[in-house]
């Protein structure tokens, strides 16, 4: 792997397929009663989050714990940076500390990358702006072959708010190189400009492409980037319930899905929107497995990243 994770597009196919293989192996400590290795003990992995996330943050914080880092958290929130400092002044405070890693998520899509330009340190990417979201994209995929036992000419549609959806874009760069087939389902108005040259197929129709899909991934729509307070959404859709009428998944719509076919959600979701409370915690559901999986994933990145080349399971610290 490259020293930092910026991007899907930074993992070739066998990159992505070690992360997937070393998560497998580190999912064995969480069924162990004491759940922690030595592998990175003396490693300092900082958190650097100046958007609100408590799943990310804290899979990430659980994930560096469970490898025996020393964890720093810092939130934008009361700290320097809410007072005017700026992001190369906080790269250079982290350099001082001696960080030998940074999980920064930021509300700048780019602001991951300026980061590695100015630190020694691993810099992973756990979100930025509209950008990426390299490590949701990864456990995505873990999940996926955990559940339908391979990656390597899965269906998988991706439906919703494509166009402000980080997560969206990481998944279709990791799926396709991992040999999957994409199809992306939105309004027009949700969809990016330059999509076409995406490595995936457009369809407007979510009833026409549901029987040919194996995994259904719905996204939330991001009413906050959608203007000062979300005011906006009425230029991008007449209304919620006719979003959820065109787009939503509902029970009727489940039931026209392949026998294993699976529904994923990266979260928050807004259940009776884009989902439906029923579906969200059904038997096709794997929406509670990838939060679970999230921690494995992260793991194995950070372990990759800053751990050398011993054993990624050993004994219990």
């Not at 490693?43 to 650097?48: A, P």
């Not at 549609?157 to 396709?176: E, M, W, Y």
């Amino acid at each position: 792997m490259k020293r930092h994770l910026l991007s899907a597009a930074d993992l070739s196919y066998d990159d992505a397929i070690l992360v997937l293989d070393t998560a497998e192996e580190l999912a064995q400590v969480s069924e162990r009663t004491i759940k922690k290795l030595p592998t990175l003990r003396g490693r300092t992995v900082v958190n650097l989050f100046f958007e609100d996330s408590t799943r990310t943050r804290t899979s990430f914080e659980l994930a560096a714990k469970r490898l025996s880092a020393d964890v720093i958290t810092f939130s934008a929130k009361g700290s320097s940076v809410s007072k005017g400092e700026t992001l190369k002044d906080t790269a250079l405070t982290l350099e001082a500390m001696g960080s030998d890693a940074v999980v920064v998520r930021h509300s700048w899509s780019g602001a991951p990358a300026n980061l590695a330009r100015w630190i020694r340190g691993s810099v992973v990417n756990a979100g930025d702006g509209t950008h990426e979201h390299p490590t949701q994209a990864l456990l995505d995929a873990y999940t996926m072959r955990r559940r339908l036992g391979r990656l390597e000419g899965l269906r998988v549609t991706i439906v919703g708010d494509i166009l402000h959806s980080r997560v969206a874009r990481s998944n279709v760069l990791l799926l396709s190189t991992l040999g999957a087939d994409v199809t992306l389902v939105a309004p027009p108005t949700l969809l990016p400009v330059g999509v076409g040259s995406w490595p995936a197929q457009v369809s407007y129709d979510l009833d026409a492409v549901l029987p040919k899909s194996d995994v259904v991934m719905m996204l939330r729509v991001q009413r906050e980037r959608m203007g000062p307070t979300g005011e906006q959404a009425a230029a991008y859709f007449p209304s919620a319930r006719e979003y959820s009428r065109r787009y939503g998944l509902d029970v009727r719509r489940v039931a026209t899905l392949a026998d294993e076919a699976i529904v994923m959600h990266p979260g928050p979701m807004v259940r009776g929107m884009e989902i439906a409370p029923e579906v969200a915690d059904g038997v096709r559901s794997t929406i509670v497995e990838q939060v679970a999986n999230g921690v494995s994933v992260r793991m194995a990145v950070l372990y990759l990243l800053l751990g050398g080349s011993d054993s990624a399971i050993g004994s219990p610290s």
